[in-house]
């Protein structure tokens, strides 16, 4: 008997019995429930559940059909991922590719589980001749303010092509169009080189150095039209001095942002991020 494993995340307005009706659903049908994690937002009146669970091997559909009756129920919006399917995962990067090596060093060690597709780029990459870096598909598109359009275009056709679950901005240096950021909602991760909401947009570490700040950070958010704006997945910061100069504040940053888009691409592909309007909900493993 094969064995597959699922996890839900669960979405609807709060109500007594979302998690017997799930738990009941599951036991019934034979699952076992390996995790299950929810939290209740008061403010918004809204819940949030994860459940990993797992039994013998049925289609997806099959799956889905267990908690038809919670969903008719409580209205609930669920997405169903199966282990057995990773993220396929699109990676998009400009000059600076510290973030993206690493991601790529991440899936080889098996820490980060995806089935990544291709890499683009707005910049030629040393390696990336002959349509390959770091043994991926690799697209250079460059981009002008005059092309930016038909470059978005290409990107999308990529992705679409490809059937990329997840795009990630690896310091990908281009504001995408309110028409990208729409295709892209709820599946596009970026990391911004600063403690969002301080030093939106272009050298953050510029702005930090000016400001005289103590510490440096870095935040991985989903992309939204908003510039630096969209829900916040995970940051971290470390201690800087008055001696660190911009240069100095670059180099110390490229470890945070590596670090937190790290993290929070493997809290997505594990199913742990919920978006709760502009903000998320974050379910530790
Ligand atoms: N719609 C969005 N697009 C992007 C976001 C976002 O939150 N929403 N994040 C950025 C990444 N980013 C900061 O994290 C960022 C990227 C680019 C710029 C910027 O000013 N770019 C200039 C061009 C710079 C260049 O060519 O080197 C521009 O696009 O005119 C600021 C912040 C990714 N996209």
């Known amino acids: 008997m094969t064995i597959q494993r699922a996890v839900a995340r669960i979405t609807c307005r709060n109500a007594p019995g979302i998690v017997a009706c799930v738990a009941r659903s599951l036991a019934a049908a034979g699952f076992d429930i390996r995790d299950s994690q ?42 169903l991922a199966l282990r057995d399917r990773p993220k396929r995962v699109l990676l998009l990067a400009s000059r600076t590719d510290h973030c993206l090596i690493d991601l790529i060093h991440r899936w080889r060690d098996g820490e980060l589980v995806m089935e990544p597709i291709a890499i683009v780029s707005n910049h030629p990459h040393p390696g990336g001749s002959g349509g390959m870096l770091h043994g991926l598909p690799f697209h250079h598109l460059p981009v002008t303010p005059a092309t930016r359009d038909a470059q978005e275009e290409a990107i999308l056709h990529i992705a679409e092509a490809e059937g990329a679950d997840l795009v990630v901005l690896a310091r ?30 272009a050298r953050p570490y510029h702005q930090a150095h000016a400001r005289g700040v103590k510490m440096i950070g870095a935040t991985a958010h989903y992309v939204t ?61």
């Open 38 to 79: 929810q939290f209740e937002d008061v403010e918004s009146d809204r819940f949030f559940m994860r459940v990993d669970f797992q039994g013998e091997a049925r289609s997806r559909d099959e799956i889905a059909r267990t908690l038809a009756e919670c969903v008719d129920r409580f209205d609930m919006t669920i997405d």
């Open 172 to 201: 990908y240096m281009q504001i995408l169009s309110d028409r990208m950021a729409a295709a892209l909602a709820g599946r596009c991760i970026n990391i911004h080189h600063s403690f969002l909401p301080g030093f939106k947009g």
């Open 225 to 285: 039209a908003d510039l630096d704006e969209g829900p916040i997945i995970a940051q971290d910061v470390t201690p800087i001095t008055h001696a660190d100069d911009p240069a100095e504040l670059i180099r110390k940053g490229r470890d945070i942002e590596r670090r937190v888009l790290a993290r929070a691409l493997r809290l997505d592909l594990e199913g742990r991020v919920l978006v709760n309007g502009s903000r998320t909900v974050i379910f530790q493993s």
